[in-house]
């Protein structure tokens, strides 16, 4: 059984905010408000744990401000977070994602990083599509043994 820090994002449970695309997460201006949020507040509105939180600061996809020891989360860093959860769901791994977040949060507002993000998310197309190659290869194989098996347990 996985550990829930480690859990898929279903996007069936989660707000509609946390369901904003890529492409409007990555063009959208970055908002500037006045409101925080704590790790707890955090973790809580985007349905993560706080071991993940802290994870993904620690791998710098994440740099919330500090008060004395507490950890305050800024608009961007909701965004950024937002991102992260989006290209988990697409599959990419932490490295990718570290690799798509400067592109993607840089203040450069032209098309050229949406359509790198494109050409990237297709590329995780083809991966995924050739995973599902793979696993549907295996489970054949395994129905087969199954099969065999049965044959062999009726004699």
């Known amino acids: 059984m996985m550990k829930p820090e480690y859990r898929s994002l279903d996007l069936a449970g989660v707000t509609d905010e946390i369901r ?8 959208g201006p970055v908002t500037s408000s006045p409101r925080t949020w704590t790790i707890g507040e955090l973790a809580r509105d985007c349905d993560v744990t706080l071991r993940a939180l802290r ?8 740099t919330p ?19 992260v959860l989006r290209l988990k769901r697409l599959g990419f791994s932490l490295v990718e994602i570290r690799d798509l977040m400067d592109r993607l ?5 032209s098309g050229r990083r949406l359509a790198a993000l494109r050409a990237r998310i297709e ?3 083809a991966v995924l599509e050739e ?7 295996s489970l054949a194989a395994v129905a087969e043994e199954v099969a065999e098996l049965e044959r062999v347990l009726a004699d």
């Open 20 to 27: 904003e695309s890529l492409a409007s997460l990555a063009a």
């Open 55 to 62: 994870f993904y600061e620690g791998k710098g996809l994440l």
């Open 65 to 83: 401000a500090r008060r004395g020891g507490a950890r305050l989360y800024e608009s961007e860093d909701v965004r950024r977070l937002k991102i």
């Open 105 to 109: 949060t840089e203040s450069d507002r």
């Open 123 to 125: 590329a995780q197309v």
């Open 131 to 137: 995973q599902r190659r793979e696993i549907d290869l």
